[in-house]
């Protein structure tokens, strides 16, 4: 379910800020780097969020899987550290280093002490400008990403999410599991790793922002000495993936007792004039509370999954609206016929007056409470930055949501719910449910 | 998704409670008690209640009755239809969910805390007025077992946990999983929630956690306001399960399944919890938690077994104190694909035996004690992880001094201490050793 994951990145970034503290400052350091920071001075460490634009979607073909191995060997060796030397160093400082891919960005998240800063972060330096990518690291990390891919495998969730994006993205980095296949995995060289890092660490591409114990002045010198020394332009970026899929269902033979699908068609790209509108819609339809129309209709009044709902999926290079379902063998074809009615209906008759007030007013009132510690609020800044918003989106968002009617609301919902392509993917054995168009 | 994530607070519970001195704490007149959490940093609040009634309370037979009571406390009450408290909440823009666990229930709410007040009234309400019809029942009891479907029956890790847990213990009810056993389940009918929502749901057996941007006068005057009227249950029960006898053979099990992909090994030890009072021995099994598995690259079992014989893909050490009654110490192995289970089996315990004998690196052991201190100070950042941290040890039988002194309890561990753990806690007889295996594999055990 990779393309969830990305959702979550993204959906911070609508955050707003309730605590009186958040100022966020724009900053540029002396060397160049653009950063935000929110100085917070009550608790003595600092979250530093780093994000490169372009992630897994920039694997070369043939090494699918590249630039995911070599973000989980960036901490096993740096400069004149090994990797247990890398990772007793870190440890003794009590700081935190995370790398992580995504469909279309790169993170680096850390996290330290003030009273350890310049000594974590000359280690973390050690990390991005001078990763050893040892031959013997490289292969212990990949039997542990060859492990993943034959569990993903014999997984429904992620068998699932892998037809899905298979059968909607063709050739594209995005058909295919960012981890990579067992093959391509197996093919990669200690020189693949050092041009994955070539294509992805690139000062034009990063993004960045802080949050702690930390003045604007103190963090411009911070950063021009930690990112100051990566290059200034990175690889190629990626291609525009074309969605494939059409209507119908796709049943995937699987032996177990409950049934999983995913469904969905195209969706909306975030910098869309009506997204925000879309954004209200699937809040509504299958969004996270318990009120959501698929969640009453599926769950509450027919005890049919435990869990349903739907996300926007907008990437960099194609967009989705996805949603995911499970079920009993012998109550999936009914959830399925119950999805598929409510999606024709969203689709011709949109929502109630109710049901946009009530949405306003829990968009609204929510927005405030993301902004619940360090590094979450430094992630909801770099993805705004990352987004294009600006710093005074977060004061303005609420208004924005507002401002919405229902006229508007109603349009978008006959645009974006497409019931005649709307495609089941199910994993599973499940009863009356065929794969047909 | 509400109501759930019965199992996920005990891995956690492991992580430290923060600074002491914004913690107020207070008792109502019906028993009730009290405790703030100051955080001013944000104006939000997580109101939570928690109850000292867990899934190992619940009667011969009716496994999944007090998971299933909180699914159905989301029903309605004489004053709120069903769902009326999840939608008033989200048209708030809060959040709230529950959770059970094999010693407490929990519910909570996350919103404004100007929104404090509202969402006391509506939590108050359903301690004692709950109210459900025969039709809410039965749906929802298909959600549970739909939830059964998911969270186990689908993923052969917990079905095998579950068959593990079960060998653990000869007589204690921890050895039933809190969801419930699925024939057990579907028998599950209104009276027995109610039954059991009647005995346990009271102010006296409750704990009222609030945490965020509140002061504790004006948490006061709110609880005495909506807590402070609600009847206590009389002749509440002391919370006494069937105990173990003692543990005189080695069981073992394996399980093969075709979901299966990377096989593993566990051995799961019978292992002291935290008491009030009596906090050293569960102590000093944490810091040995640390030194055998907190780090792959550091930790003895990632260096011994990933690093310099390479024959894991993955190595573990886990204990979490916070339990009412005895819980367990475990140990894992994902082997590479060239070994057998067999032979990962005695890596492992090669892995340990050499560690008996060598004993504890001071360098690893120093920056050990250097993270768990860092923790307090990041643990700061999250209001509601202390929250968690305070009502899941409260239900379990410690108290506000017991959670305080815990963090300097750690600092003192020495290192000898925790080679006297380790020869105490790794004894056989009292260990359950599980082979999951893909279904390929033709395997004879040793």
């Known amino acids: 379910m990779k393309k969830l994951v990305i959702l979550i990145v993204l959906t911070m970034a609508f955050s707003t800020p309730v605590r009186a503290a958040v100022e966020v400052q724009e900053l540029t350091s002396p060397g160049g780097i653009n950063a935000w920071l929110v100085e917070e001075r009550s608790i003595p460490f600092i979250a530093l969020e780093i994000r490169f634009r372009g992630g897994s979607a920039l694997d070369e073909p043939g090494k699918r899987g590249a630039i995911s191995l070599m973000m989980a060997t960036l901490e096993e060796g740096a400069a004149?550290?090994?990797?247990?030397?890398?990772?007793?160093?870190?440890?003794?400082?009590?700081?935190?280093?995370?790398?992580?891919?995504?469909?279309?960005?790169?993170?680096?998240?850390?996290?330290?002490?003030?009273?350890?800063?310049?000594?974590?972060?000359?280690?973390l330096k050690t990390a991005l400008l001078e990763p050893r990518f040892d031959q013997v690291a490289i292969d212990r990390v990949r039997?542990?990403?060859?492990?993943?891919?034959?569990?993903?495998?014999?997984?429904?969730?992620?068998?699932?999410?892998?037809?899905?994006?298979?059968?909607?993205?063709?050739?594209?980095?995005?058909?295919?599991?960012?981890?990579?296949?067992?093959?391509?995995?197996?093919?990669?060289s200690r020189q693949d790793m050092v041009d994955a890092r070539a294509r992805v660490f690139a000062q034009d591409q990063m993004y960045v922002s802080a949050v702690g114990d930390i003045s604007a002045q103190e963090l411009g010198l911070l950063l021009d000495e930690l990112l100051g020394g990566l290059p200034q332009t990175g690889g190629p970026l990626a291609k525009t993936a074309n969605y494939q899929l059409t209507s119908g269902t796709t049943v995937i033979p699987f032996d177990t007792p409950q049934s999983v699908a995913l469904f969905g068609h195209q969706g909306i790209k975030r910098d869309d004039p009506d997204y925000m509108a879309a954004y209200v819609l699937n809040e509504v339809f299958g969004g996270g509370g318990f009120e959501s129309r698929l969640m009453t209709e599926v769950r509450e009044k027919r005890g049919l999954t435990y869990g349903v709902g739907t996300s926007l999926v907008p990437m960099d290079y194609g967009e989705l609206i996805l949603g995911q379902v499970r079920s009993d063998n012998a109550s999936m074809a009914e959830s399925i016929a119950v999805i598929r009615d409510e999606w024709a209906k969203i689709g011709e008759t949109g929502l109630t007056a109710q049901e946009l007030q009530d949405a306003k007013t829990y968009l609204t009132g929510a927005y405030a409470l993301r902004f619940d510690g360090n590094a979450p609020i430094a992630r909801i800044m770099v993805g705004m930055q990352m987004i294009g918003l600006p710093v005074d989106y977060i004061r303005t968002r609420n208004d924005l949501i507002n401002a919405l009617t229902l006229a508007e609301i109603n349009r978008v919902a006959r645009r974006i719910y497409q019931p005649e392509n709307l495609h089941f993917v199910v994993v599973g054995q499940p009863d009356g449910v065929e794969t047909g168009n | 998704m509400p109501r759930f994530m019965y199992a996920i607070f005990a891995v956690v519970a492991f992580a430290l409670p923060g600074r002491a001195a914004d913690v107020t704490t207070f008792t109502l007149d019906n028993g009730m008690d009290v405790v703030v959490l100051e955080d001013h940093r944000a104006a939000v609040v997580v109101h939570m209640v928690w109850y000292r009634v867990g899934a190992a309370d619940e009667p011969p037979g009716k496994s999944g009755i007090a998971h299933f009571l909180e699914h159905l406390l989301f029903k309605g009450t004489d004053d709120l239809g069903p769902g009326e408290l999840s939608a008033t909440v989200t048209k708030n823009g809060g959040s709230d969910n529950a959770f059970t666990s094999q010693d407490y229930t929990a519910y909570f709410q996350r919103i404004a805390s100007d929104r404090l007040e509202l969402v006391m009234t509506m939590e108050a309400d359903r301690m004692r007025d709950l109210e459900m019809t025969q039709d809410d029942v039965i749906t929802e009891r298909q959600v549970v077992l739909e939830e059964r479907g998911t969270r186990v029956d689908s993923d052969p890790g917990s079905l095998f946990r579950e068959q593990r847990n079960a060998a653990q213990y000869l007589n204690h009810p921890y050895g039933i999983p809190v969801i419930g056993w699925r024939h057990e389940m579907e028998q599950l009918n209104r009276d027995d929630a109610f039954d059991f929502y009647q005995r346990y749901y009271a102010p006296n057996n409750a704990i009222l956690i609030v945490a965020g941007d509140v002061e504790p006068a004006e948490v006061r005057a709110l609880a005495e306001k909506h807590y402070g009227p609600l009847e206590p249950t009389a002749n509440l029960p002391e919370r006494l399960r069937p105990q173990d006898p003692p543990h005189l053979s080695e069981r073992r099990l394996s399980l093969t399944d075709a979901r299966i992909a990377q096989p593993f090994v566990t051995r799961s030890y019978r292992a002291p919890e935290r008491d009030s009072g009596d906090q050293f021995q569960a102590a000093k099994l944490v810091m040995l938690a640390e030194v055998?598995?907190?780090?792959?690259?550091?930790?003895?079992?990632?260096?011994?077994?990933?690093?310099?014989?390479?024959?894991?893909?993955?190595?573990?050490?886990?204990?979490?104190?916070?339990?009412?009654?005895?819980?367990?110490?475990?140990?894992?192995?994902?082997?590479?694909?060239?070994?057998?289970?067999?032979?990962?089996?005695?890596?492992?315990?090669?892995?340990?035996?050499?560690?008996?004998?060598?004993?504890?690196?001071?360098?690893?052991f120093e920056s050990i004690k250097m993270q768990l201190r860092a923790s307090l100070i990041y643990g700061e950042d999250n209001i509601s992880a202390q929250a968690n941290r305070y009502g899941a040890a409260l239900t379990s039988g410690l108290t506000i001094a017991d959670i305080q002194a815990w963090p300097d309890l750690l600092q003192t561990v020495t290192a000898d201490d925790v080679l006297q753990a380790a020869h105490e806690i790794f004894n056989k007889d009292n260990a359950v050793t599980g082979w999951a295996k893909p279904a390929e594999t033709a395997e004879v055990q040793q």
């Open chain 1, 143 to 188: 039997a542990q990403v060859l492990s993943i891919i034959k569990s993903d495998a014999t997984d429904p969730s992620d068998i699932a999410g892998t037809n899905f994006d298979q059968l909607a993205w063709g050739d594209h980095p995005y058909a295919s599991s960012r981890n990579g296949t067992l093959e391509t995995v197996q093919g990669l």
């Open chain 1, 80 to 123: 004149e550290l090994d990797s247990q030397g890398f990772a007793a160093a870190r440890e003794a400082l009590a700081a935190s280093f995370r790398f992580n891919v995504y469909d279309d960005v790169t993170t680096i998240s850390a996290r330290f002490l003030t009273e350890n800063r310049d000594a974590a972060v000359a280690l």
């Open chain 2, 292 to 364: 055998l598995g907190g780090s792959a690259a550091t930790s003895v079992l990632g260096q011994k077994l990933q690093f310099e014989t390479e024959q894991a893909i993955f190595t573990s050490a886990s204990y979490s104190g916070v339990s009412l009654d005895d819980t367990t110490f475990g140990l894992v192995i994902a082997p590479t694909p060239a070994l057998s289970l067999a032979q990962a089996e005695a890596a492992l315990d090669n892995a340990v035996a050499e560690f008996l004998e060598e004993g504890v690196d001071a360098d690893q």
